[in-house]
Protein backbone atom coordinates (compact mmCIF):
# COMPACT_ATOMS: atom_id res chain seq x y z
CA UNK A 1 0.00 0.00 0.00
CA UNK A 2 1.36 3.56 -0.99
CA UNK A 3 0.90 6.13 1.47
CA UNK A 4 1.51 10.35 0.76
CA UNK A 5 2.70 11.74 4.45
CA UNK A 6 2.87 15.46 4.00
CA UNK A 7 4.20 17.77 6.81
CA UNK A 8 5.76 21.82 7.09
CA UNK A 9 2.22 23.31 7.23
CA UNK A 10 1.54 25.51 10.08
CA UNK A 11 0.31 29.28 10.67
CA UNK A 12 2.75 31.92 9.18
CA UNK A 13 2.39 36.10 8.87
CA UNK A 14 2.24 37.71 5.11
CA UNK A 15 5.54 37.57 3.60
CA UNK A 16 6.91 34.72 5.45
CA UNK A 17 8.02 31.56 4.99
CA UNK A 18 7.49 27.58 4.87
CA UNK A 19 8.77 24.54 3.39
CA UNK A 20 6.12 21.72 2.73
CA UNK A 21 7.36 18.35 2.24
CA UNK A 22 5.36 15.02 1.17
CA UNK A 23 7.07 11.30 1.71
CA UNK A 24 5.99 8.53 -0.74
CA UNK A 25 6.23 5.07 0.90
CA UNK A 26 5.61 1.52 0.24
CA UNK A 27 6.57 -0.91 -2.11
CA UNK A 28 6.66 1.43 -5.25
CA UNK A 29 8.92 0.74 -8.68
CA UNK A 30 8.92 3.54 -9.87
CA UNK A 31 6.48 7.27 -9.45
CA UNK A 32 6.36 9.23 -12.47
CA UNK A 33 4.83 13.19 -11.78
CA UNK A 34 4.76 14.94 -8.37
CA UNK A 35 3.26 17.59 -7.15
CA UNK A 36 1.21 19.72 -5.11
CA UNK A 37 -2.54 21.21 -4.72
CA UNK A 38 -4.15 23.29 -2.87
CA UNK A 39 -7.88 23.95 -1.54
CA UNK A 40 -9.09 27.06 -0.40
CA UNK A 41 -13.03 26.92 1.58
CA UNK A 42 -15.24 27.57 -0.74
CA UNK A 43 -13.25 26.78 -3.98
CA UNK A 44 -11.65 23.91 -6.30
CA UNK A 45 -8.78 22.03 -5.79
CA UNK A 46 -6.10 23.62 -8.06
CA UNK A 47 -2.18 22.89 -8.96
CA UNK A 48 0.30 24.72 -6.99
CA UNK A 49 3.58 22.97 -8.59
CA UNK A 50 4.38 20.10 -10.23
CA UNK A 51 7.88 18.05 -10.96
CA UNK A 52 8.10 15.40 -13.00
CA UNK A 53 10.65 12.61 -12.91
CA UNK A 54 13.23 14.12 -14.87
CA UNK A 55 12.91 17.81 -13.21
CA UNK A 56 10.83 19.63 -15.22
CA UNK A 57 8.34 21.65 -13.79
CA UNK A 58 5.65 23.39 -13.79
CA UNK A 59 3.93 26.39 -11.37
CA UNK A 60 0.48 27.89 -11.46
CA UNK A 61 0.93 31.73 -12.47
CA UNK A 62 -0.45 33.05 -8.88
CA UNK A 63 2.87 31.45 -7.16
CA UNK A 64 5.53 31.82 -9.97
CA UNK A 65 8.86 33.53 -8.49
CA UNK A 66 7.55 33.03 -4.94
CA UNK A 67 7.15 28.99 -4.68
CA UNK A 68 10.00 26.53 -5.89
CA UNK A 69 9.21 22.63 -6.21
CA UNK A 70 11.89 20.07 -5.47
CA UNK A 71 12.18 16.67 -5.77
CA UNK A 72 14.42 13.77 -4.27
CA UNK A 73 14.14 10.59 -6.48
CA UNK A 74 15.62 8.31 -4.32
CA UNK A 75 13.49 9.36 -1.37
CA UNK A 76 10.46 9.58 -3.46
CA UNK A 77 10.10 12.91 -1.28
CA UNK A 78 9.15 16.50 -2.86
CA UNK A 79 9.20 19.63 -1.36
CA UNK A 80 7.63 23.09 -1.78
CA UNK A 81 9.71 26.18 -0.31
CA UNK A 82 6.85 29.19 -0.34
CA UNK A 83 7.97 32.35 0.10
CA UNK A 84 6.95 35.62 0.29
CA UNK A 85 3.49 33.92 1.40
CA UNK A 86 0.25 36.14 1.07
CA UNK A 87 -3.37 35.35 2.29
CA UNK A 88 -3.96 33.95 -0.55
CA UNK A 89 -1.87 31.15 0.03
CA UNK A 90 -4.18 30.17 2.85
CA UNK A 91 -5.39 26.69 1.61
CA UNK A 92 -4.86 22.96 2.47
CA UNK A 93 -2.22 21.55 0.22
CA UNK A 94 -2.34 17.87 -0.97
CA UNK A 95 0.62 16.10 -2.47
CA UNK A 96 -0.15 14.12 -5.55
CA UNK A 97 1.50 11.12 -6.95
CA UNK A 98 0.91 10.46 -10.61
CA UNK A 99 1.09 6.92 -12.44
CA UNK A 100 3.33 5.10 -9.57
CA UNK A 101 4.24 1.63 -10.50
CA UNK A 102 3.93 -0.76 -7.32
CA UNK A 103 4.34 -4.64 -7.96
CA UNK A 104 0.80 -6.50 -6.52
CA UNK A 105 0.30 -10.11 -6.18
CA UNK A 106 -2.07 -9.65 -9.03
CA UNK A 107 0.84 -7.74 -11.36
CA UNK A 108 2.08 -4.51 -12.25
CA UNK A 109 -0.02 -1.58 -10.91
CA UNK A 110 -0.28 1.90 -12.13
CA UNK A 111 -2.11 4.26 -9.87
CA UNK A 112 -2.64 7.69 -8.38
CA UNK A 113 -2.64 8.58 -5.27
CA UNK A 114 -3.10 11.56 -2.45
CA UNK A 115 -1.73 13.20 0.29
CA UNK A 116 -3.79 13.80 3.84
CA UNK A 117 -3.66 17.40 3.27
CA UNK A 118 -1.84 20.22 5.46
CA UNK A 119 -3.21 23.27 6.48
CA UNK A 120 -1.48 26.83 5.32
CA UNK A 121 -3.07 29.22 6.83
CA UNK A 122 -1.23 33.08 6.64
CA UNK A 123 -2.46 35.88 9.19
CA UNK A 124 -1.47 38.64 10.68
Known amino acids: QVQLVESGGGLVQPGGSLRLSCAAS????????MGWYRQAPGKQRELVAS???????KYADSVKGRFTISRDNAKNTIYLQMNSLKAEDTAVYYC??????????????????WGQGTQVTVSS
Open 51 to 57: IGSGGST
Open 26 to 33: GSIHSING
Open 96 to 113: NAKDVLTYEPSGWLHKDY
